[in-house]
């Protein structure tokens, strides 16, 4: 076969190629311009016979030029052909080579170029997906840190109440994932079994329904106790209880979160979402992790707070005490007095008509008004009397060692001084009060008791006609 070829045109350059038809080709004139000269020279060699050879060998000559120039011709149209298809986008198409000529050549070429711009293309479309999955990773932190620093600032301001932050920090930690969605779970009272709290798109879900029991050996009940996450995604085996509870409650994929702090389990955050062949990143568990600290801040923050708010003893406007701190003393002397077996008395003071006070006169005048009357109750105590601040318009006065009647004609005496004393500085302000007096142990054993007691004496007062004490 490889002797064949030597004696062929198969391995032979295009320009070796194309020199033949052309050579070829030319014959033709060549012959019949012997033929003529012939006639000339030999006239004796006209004969029919001589023109048929002479024919016959030109049209071999010619098919032969016309097939070597149809085999150059032909793949280079069907390479073009080849080649617009290719550029128009279809890199997965190939030029049939079936020669080693520059056209097979060429043809190699555009093969491997083409292979080339698909591995690029491929390559750069794996780099688009790739940047399509960092630009999400990116979003979805841009929009977890940015609900983490608004949660922050309204922990640190102190503006909304509990269980409205707690549905927010829910919620915001939710929507990190598509399709997400959240149920924190706490107890009704301390070491009590836990309850479904805030819920957030659990409709496909039945979370709601879930009550985690304290005594149970669940993981639920492990999570919370070992105070360790639980993920449930593809990459995890679970347990015969956590296949129970997909299977049960419909979860897909899930983080339960332990809510806690240095000394108390507060509940469970469980965050979801309905993906399929989902596995959680490190970065997803930090981060839900950094939601549930912050639901544990706001419980902490909102106990403070409350403590706070009972430890404060002072009214700010007036420098009274207040309503919680002057119960408390009662209740204290009210068990001194019963010990000793003395009395004890208190006195509840309502100003009159403090609503239109209120609508015909600023802020500040009404400020100063009872700011003055606080200093005229206080002004009016004996050494171990305290008075205190209880409503908007009420004020109340603690008088141990003083009796029923003692104590009404203390009340009497500030309700005179309160009558007789203009309230503001410019203007004229004249306010009386209404006041009702309880004593221990004939109105009540209590705090509550004596309280109630002497608001029911202020109504009795206001109803005989305001400016008054009754005991």
Known sequence: MSIFKNFTIYNKGLRYKLMLAFSLMSIIPLLASMYIISLYTFPHLETLGHITVVVIMSLVISILGLILAKSIVDPVINMALEAKIIASGEYDRKI?????????????SINAMTQKIKSNLDELKGYGNRMKEINVEIHKKVLGLSSLLQIGDIIAAGSVQLDALLELVV????????????????????????????????????????????????????????????????????????????SAYNVKNALIVPIHSTKRNWGLLLIGNRLEDFKYKTDDLELISVFAKQISIAIESDILSKRTEELAIKDDLTDLYNKNFILGRLEEEIKRAVFYQRPCSFIVLNIDNFKGFRETHSEMEVEEALKKMARLIRDSMIPVGKAARIGVDEFAVLLPE??????????????????STNLLREGKAIMTVSGGVSENPIDGATGDELLRKAIEAVKGAKSAGKNKVIA
């Open 171 to 246: 919620e915001k930690a939710s929507t990190v994932f598509d399709t997400g969605f959240g149920i924190l779970y706490m107890p009704k009272e301390e070491g009590g079994d836990l309850f479904p709290k805030i819920r957030y798109n659990i409709d496909q879900e039945k979370l709601g329904d879930l009550i985690i029991k304290r005594v149970e050996d669940s993981f639920l009940e492990k999570a919370l106790e070992n105070r360790s996450l639980v993920v449930i995604d593809k990459s995890k085996k679970w347990s015969k209880d956590m296949e129970e509870f997909k």
């Open 402 to 419: 003083k009796n029923k009647k003692e104590a009404a004609h203390i009340a009497e005496e500030i309700r005179k001084k309160i009558e």
């Open 96 to 108: 049939v080579v079936s020669s080693d000529d520059e056209i097979g050549n060429l043809g190699n």
